[in-house]
């Protein structure tokens, strides 16, 4: 009972102080920087990368893509950059699907430690920031949004699957993970949809219901990715500073992974409206 008490206490902290956090931009820019400065450090311990490099590339590109954007209210000389982080972002994120089907470990030799910390994390923290900021004027509800797509997808998976799951997903990386469970967490995820776009009156059902589905989908992908690393460095957790949960990397591992699709999908409808 103490350790339920302990988990649902630092999971409500965690998620009070992101929610808050989203109503003041300035308040958001600080609290992702740190907790892009953590979950980079955890993952530098998954990978055994020790170097301080990491560190550096991910505050230029948080501020000169993320910050820039956000309070200068400037694309100026950023938006074909942007462009090409994010194909950049996206093809690394689609090697790291491509290794997930195999069975073989992630290969990680030096450069593409330094690939892999800086476009698979570090540039999904510029996406998180550029989601709040797509209609080019700060607005929080688009990632709130998402991020309550996690959530519910994330807890119908696991209350799904662990009572009608026999199917597994990923065994080898995942035995508790199966295919009901995700299928669950799917459903209950375009479910939200709807009260997520009558509440936030930000983009249509239509497109909540899409973006659930690419929250599913590749924040399902992220979680199973981030277990392969785990498993790779036989750790249950990437971290111990979240009591009941395990590292903070843990709990953003979905919504890194799904940023840059969400991202993706917001300038499509920008394109075509």
């Known amino acids: 009972m103490k350790d339920i008490a302990i988990r649902a206490f630092s999971g409500l902290l965690y998620v009070l102080l992101l929610i808050f956090s989203l109503y003041n931009k300035h308040a958001l820019i600080i609290l992702f ?3 892009g400065l953590i979950c980079l450090h955890e993952f530098k311990k998954l990978i055994q990368l020790k170097s301080f490099i990491p560190y550096l590339l991910f505050t ?3 501020f000169v893509f993320g910050y820039w954007q956000l309070f200068m209210n400037s694309n100026v000389g950023l938006y074909e950059a942007t462009q090409i982080l994010q ?3 996206i093809f690394v994120q689609l090697f790291l699907i491509k290794d997930l089907f195999s069975e073989k470990t992630i290969p990680l030799f030096s450069s593409k430690r330094f690939i892999i910390t800086t476009f698979y994390l570090s540039s999904a923290f ?5 989601i709040a900021n797509y209609y080019e004027a700060y607005n929080p509800n ?3 949004g998402a991020f309550i797509l996690v959530w519910v997808n994330d807890t119908f998976a696991y209350l799904v699957g662990s009572k009608f799951g026999k199917q597994k997903l990923f065994p080898s990386i ?3 993970k199966t295919v009901e469970g995700f299928l669950g967490g799917l459903f209950f995820a375009c479910i939200a949809s709807y009260f997520i776009s009558y509440f936030t009156q930000t983009l249509s059902f239509t497109q ?3 973006l659930s589905i690419i929250v599913s989908v590749f924040g399902t992908l992220g979680d199973l990715i981030e277990s392969k690393f785990k498993r790779q460095a036989n750790v249950k957790d990437s971290g111990t500073i979240m009591p009941g949960h395990g590292g903070l990397l843990d709990r953003f591992d979905s919504i890194i992974f799904a940023a840059p699709f969400i991202y993706l999908f917001l300038r499509i409808l920008h394109y075509v409206s």
């Open 33 to 35: 920087f740190l907790f």
């Open 60 to 62: 230029v590109l948080y």
């Open 87 to 89: 194909v950049i972002t």
């Open 126 to 130: 510029v996406f998180l920031i550029l």
């Open 142 to 144: 688009i990632l709130l």
């Open 174 to 176: 995942s035995p508790k």
């Open 208 to 210: 909540w219901l899409i």
